[in-house]
């Protein structure tokens, strides 16, 4: 079982920067893959990308690919998130999740964070 708890969200400016982490506590951390989603207001959930559990697999949504990079440390059971380019359409919270699989979907996941907000200005 492990616990995600995002941090480093906040306010940028259109074309600026972001670093998301996802700490998990928990030591089977290294055995699970992690995904990102964001949610904005009034619209479901979507997935934003995932990373293996060896870190040697990610995978994004078109929305993002190019500007957004995954990476992980599992000797630090952590997970982050690069947003490069930034446009107002990605203010959302941003959720990171622990799963058996890479995957998609929401139904995929085992375990959430609280999710962090990320509000992009134009």
């Known amino acids: 079982q492990v616990q995600p708890v995002e941090s480093g969200g906040g306010m940028v400016q259109a074309g600026g920067s972001l670093r998301l982490s996802c700490a998990a506590s928990?030591?089977?951390?290294?055995?699970?893959?992690m995904g990102w989603f964001r949610q904005a207001p009034g619209k479901e959930r979507k997935f934003v990308g995932v990373i293996s559990w060896s870190g040697t697999t990610t995978y994004y949504a078109d929305s993002v690919k190019g500007r957004f990079t995954i990476s992980r440390d599992n000797a630090k059971n952590t997970v982050y998130l690069q947003m490069n380019s930034l446009k107002p359409e990605d203010t959302a919270v941003y959720y990171c999740a622990a799963g058996p699989v890479a995957v998609t979907t929401t139904g995929g996941y085992d375990y959430w964070g609280q999710g962090t907000q990320v509000t992009v200005s134009s």
């Open positions: 928990g030591r089977t951390f290294s055995s699970y893959a």
